[in-house]
């Protein structure tokens, strides 16, 4: 990874005007993206804007820019929670480059700056396509992971319910959509059978027969497990629907 550095100075030092990472630029450049900007000192510079930079350059072209100034940065992404009425931004990323930069620090190419906190405003440095592949693969790694303790959380709260005498009738519906299929099914007194597809409207679909309490729900054995369980919960959710109060 690079080395981190601020979001807030251009290579010439420099001060750059922030933006939120989640509201990207509401005027584009023209369609023909040659740009004129005056030169602080004297003269102009024209240059092409490229077709990924979403920045407003009005105020370059008003007050004057240095050429190594000139920044060119897309549209952002981001990642935002929020916080006791707050909005927390955090993995904020855009496109960045200072085309006429001459520090040699690799800002006069195209890069990726990755803001692992929005608000403090520091960067990782200048990214290339490697970097931010490593950066996506830690990303991918944490989601991975926050899904397994999610399904540890849904499992938690299943056994907290039962422990606490808890009800089919009295279920959430957040329960319904994320509660294990076994847990649910020991609640509704419900057993899974499964039935060919011959009879079955659809391949995908489920019947029930019997009475709260001693439910029977009948697949498709043409199902895959994945498919199952969504027709599983489908199901239960059905019932809990027609009979809970």
Request: net charge negative; glycine share 10%.
């Amino acid at each position: 990874m690079g080395n981190t550095v601020s979001a807030t100075f251009k290579p010439s030092g420099g001060i750059v005007s922030q933006r939120s990472p989640e509201s990207a630029a509401t005027v584009a450049p023209a369609e023909d993206r040659t740009i004129t900007y005056p030169l602080r000192g004297g003269g102009f510079l024209v240059a092409e804007c490229p077709d990924w930079c979403f920045k407003d350059h009005a105020g370059d072209i008003e007050g004057g820019i240095y050429a190594e100034d000139l920044v060119h940065e897309s549209a952002p992404v981001s990642v935002g929670f929020d916080v006791q009425g707050e909005r927390d931004v955090i993995l904020a990323a855009s496109i960045r480059q200072w085309p006429f930069a001459t520090d040699g620090n690799g800002s006069d190419r195209p890069h990726m700056a990755l803001l692992p906190v929005q608000a403090t405003g520091e960067d990782l440095g200048y990214q290339t396509p490697t970097e931010v592949d490593a950066a996506i693969f830690k990303v991918r790694k944490h989601l991975v992971e926050l899904q397994r303790l999610n399904d540890q959380l849904a499992a938690a709260r299943a056994v907290d319910y039962s422990d606490h005498g808890g009800t089919w009738e009295n279920l959430s519906r957040d329960d319904l959509k994320t509660m294990p299929i076994a847990s649910l099914l020991k609640l509704f007194g419900a057993r899974v059978e499964e039935g060919s597809p011959d009879g079955f409207e659809a391949l995908d679909a489920f019947f029930m027969r019997g009475k709260p309490g001693d439910w029977t729900i009948l697949i498709s054995r043409e199902l895959s497990q994945y498919r199952r369980g969504l027709n599983v919960r489908a199901a239960l959710t059905e019932l809990h629907a027609r009979y809970a109060r």
